[in-house]
């Protein structure tokens, strides 16, 4: 069974700080990974899909890097911002469609002004 | 442009009562999932569908049946609930096709079985 862990469960970082959010996984045989941001209350909200065959995505202040062989990915976020503030989630899926994702239990990040 | 749609937002059940939770999408996915949110725990797939018709169990299925009859269409039946059931139940979708398969989430069903 795929286990996903996410380190630091929960930190705080002051404003213009980069943000590293790190996740592992116990079985390489991914075909991709994908970040998400929940905010309190709320749904998912997908930031970055990165495809088993590819090493990072990139969008705006966020990247997302994936070693694969090694069970991990790493999300970074440049500058953070007080709108930051969030719990981010890192899943794996297995197969091709995405429709069977095993996450982690998310980092809790809050930015202080 | 909608997305994933899930209703309702919030609801209060009598245990053993039953209920069924609806999921709509609009953007012509095959893939279709239902997960359960608990603290601690993290998210956990209930089930599944590849399409039309087609369905199948995820980790925690049991307490929980689904159809899909049509392409945007997923509901969740609780056919007796549980205080176990109490949770945050997400519906997500994804497409089957060539390009991106990100999927997509709607914004949660929060139950509480008293």
């Known amino acids: 069974k795929q286990e996903v862990t996410q380190i630091p469960a929960a930190l705080s970082v002051p404003e213009g700080e980069n943000l590293v959010l790190n996740c592992s996984f116990t079985?390489?045989?991914?075909?991709?990974l994908q970040w998400f941001r929940q905010d309190p209350g709320k749904g998912l909200t997908s930031l970055l899909l990165?495809?088993?065959?590819?090493r990072e995505q990139t969008s705006g202040r966020l990247n997302a890097s994936l070693d694969k062989s090694s069970g991990r990915s790493t999300l970074y976020i440049a500058a953070s911002q007080p709108g930051d503030s969030a719990t981010y989630l890192c899943?794996?899926?297995?197969?091709?469609?995405?429709?069977?994702?095993?996450f982690g239990k998310g980092n809790q990040v809050v930015v202080i002004p | 442009n909608a997305g994933v749609t899930q209703t309702p937002k919030f609801q209060v059940l009598k245990t053993g009562q039953s209920m069924t939770l609806q999921c709509a999408q609009d953007?012509?996915?095959?893939?279709m999932s239902w997960y359960r949110q608990d603290p601690g725990m993290g998210l956990r797939l209930i089930h599944y569908?590849?399409?039309?018709?087609?369905?199948d169990q995820g980790e925690v299925p049991n307490g929980y049946n689904v159809s899909r009859s049509t392409t945007e269409d997923f509901p969740l039946r609780l056919l007796s609930a549980a205080p176990s059931q109490t949770s945050v139940y997400f519906c997500?979708?994804?497409?089957?096709?060539?390009?991106?398969?990100?999927?997509?989430f709607g914004q949660g069903t929060r139950l509480t079985v008293v």
């Open positions: 997500a979708s994804s497409y089957s096709g060539t390009g991106t398969t990100e999927a997509f």
């Open positions: 079985d390489s045989a991914i075909y991709n």
């Open positions: 990165i495809q088993s065959s590819q």
């Open positions: 899943a794996v899926s297995p197969y091709y469609g995405n429709n069977r994702l095993a």
């Open positions: 953007m012509n996915h095959e893939y």
């Open positions: 569908s590849v399409g039309a018709g087609i369905t």
